[in-house]
């Protein structure tokens, strides 16, 4: 059979469906990824034929719309301004941005414009004719592809959250394009969605009305090479931090904490090892002797190493600590890394601190807890057990092919 995926820009977003889409490809199935130009390159890259379909709704920049609107009418919690919407420079004040003005003058033509996006995926799909379509969160196309040629579809969760979140921890967006409407299915409502492709333990089941599809979440993030001494048992017990400076894009750079993650580490009697970007190595500065810094290295590679992970609640590095069985500590900023947080935590796997209000004195605390308190490796155990007891990938393919004929 023929099976479509569609992505965001978002780069992260797509990686949770790669190993489905290795398995397809395995089964002897024709995969095309539809992503914007600047995914290409990462889908190409894992193996993927992409598709470049244009545009869709820019991501950050509806994030930060909604952080401004938040601090103009609230709930805004934090004691600094949000980004400028569309610069992410820091604002002096809210009268900085003219909300109403953008709405008027700039949104329609943004809006048109990610309306292309939806009738490419529409019109590729017409030509190609998939059997079926496969779609992140944020890829309401793929949705609306399989409507149009009348083949069924799966939104793809790449972690925690769900397709019916409150508000602010919404993942599935709204149909800002109309082209819902355009094409005469109404407005759309996650309710329309068929079914949902879950990768998460049993007992953290996101909600969702979809037909759930269960499969064993494994982790993908671009491939590395395996050193000799991650073989080599660690002498004391390896911590380690993983961060994103996309939060600073959606929330300013007061979010950026890993400099200070890694400084309130230091002293505890504990490898800490801090992976980052190549971006994030140079923002970091000059670290303790006793923090290792590592670019760009798989944490799927490292975490079964670990004693604990500190991070900042992204649904990548929170499902490849659940595989791995490793407590985790989130410092969340934003809503959707939070509903991820309190979930583990609530699970008994993990704590959750708000980033906002987390001192180095909070996080030394949290991290000696999760390192030395059995019942947290304990329940991270149990957790990733209920991950294995999952289907893998090459039987959900199974289970696709039903649904397909």
């Given amino acids: 059979m023929r099976v479509l995926f569609t992505v965001s820009g978002w780069q992260t977003h797509y990686a949770a469906m790669v190993p489905l889409g290795w398995a397809l490809q395995a089964a002897g ?19 993927l034929v992409p598709v470049p379909l244009g545009d869709g709704p820019d991501v950050t ?29 820091p604002l002096d004040s809210l009268d900085d941005f003219d909300l109403d003005g953008f709405r008027r003058d700039v949104e329609p033509a943004l809006a048109a414009h990610a309306r292309h996006r939806f009738d490419a995926a ?36 790449w972690g925690l959250p769900g397709t019916h ?4 921890a919404r993942v599935v967006p709204r149909d800002v394009t109309g082209s819902f409407v355009r094409y005469g299915f109404g407005e759309f409502h996650p309710d329309m969605l068929e079914y949902v492709v879950d990768p998460c333990p049993a007992s953290l089941a996101p909600p969702t009305t979809a037909g759930r599809l269960p499969v064993r979440y494994l982790p993908y993030s671009g491939g ?6 991650l073989l080599e048992p660690p002498a004391r017990p390896r911590v380690c931090v993983a961060w994103s400076t996309a939060l600073s894009a959606m929330f300013g750079p007061n ?4 400099p200070r ?10 490898e800490v090892f801090c992976t980052a970007t190549a971006a994030d190595v140079a923002a970091l500065g000059e670290v303790p002797p006793s923090v290792r810094v590592l670019s760009r290295f798989p944490l799927s590679l490292l975490l079964p190493t670990c004693a604990a992970v500190v991070h900042h609640g992204g649904a990548g590095t929170a499902m490849t600590a659940l595989w791995s069985g490793v407590p985790q500590l989130a410092v969340t900023f934003a809503a959707e890394q939070t509903v991820s947080g309190e979930r583990i935590a609530a699970a008994g796997a993990g704590i959750h601190l708000f980033g906002h209000l987390a001192d180095d004195a909070a996080i030394r605390a949290a991290v000696q807890d999760l390192v030395f308190t059995r019942g947290y490796r304990q329940r991270a155990q149990e957790l990733r057990a209920e991950l294995l007891a999952r289907p893998t990938p090459a039987d959900l393919v199974v289970r696709l092919e039903k649904l397909v004929s």
């Fill in 165 to 168: 979140e409150a508000e602010p």
């Fill in 261 to 270: 993650l890694v400084h309130a580490l230091a002293d505890l009697d504990c």
């Fill in 122 to 157: 529409v019109r590729f799909a017409a030509d190609w004719r998939p059997d079926l379509v496969l779609h992140d969160p944020t890829s309401l196309d793929g949705l609306l592809a399989a409507r149009v040629t009348g083949v069924p579809s799966a939104l793809c969760l």
């Fill in 224 to 229: 590395g090479q395996a050193p000799l001494w």
């Fill in 29 to 47: 199935h024709e995969v095309r990824v539809g992503c914007p130009q600047s995914q290409a390159d990462n889908v190409a890259h894992a193996g």
């Fill in 255 to 258: 979010t950026y904490l890993l």
């Fill in 61 to 89: 920049l509806a994030n930060r719309l909604q952080h401004y609107g938040q601090a103009v009418h609230g709930p805004w919690p934090y004691p600094w301004l949000p980004p400028h919407p569309v610069t992410g420079a």
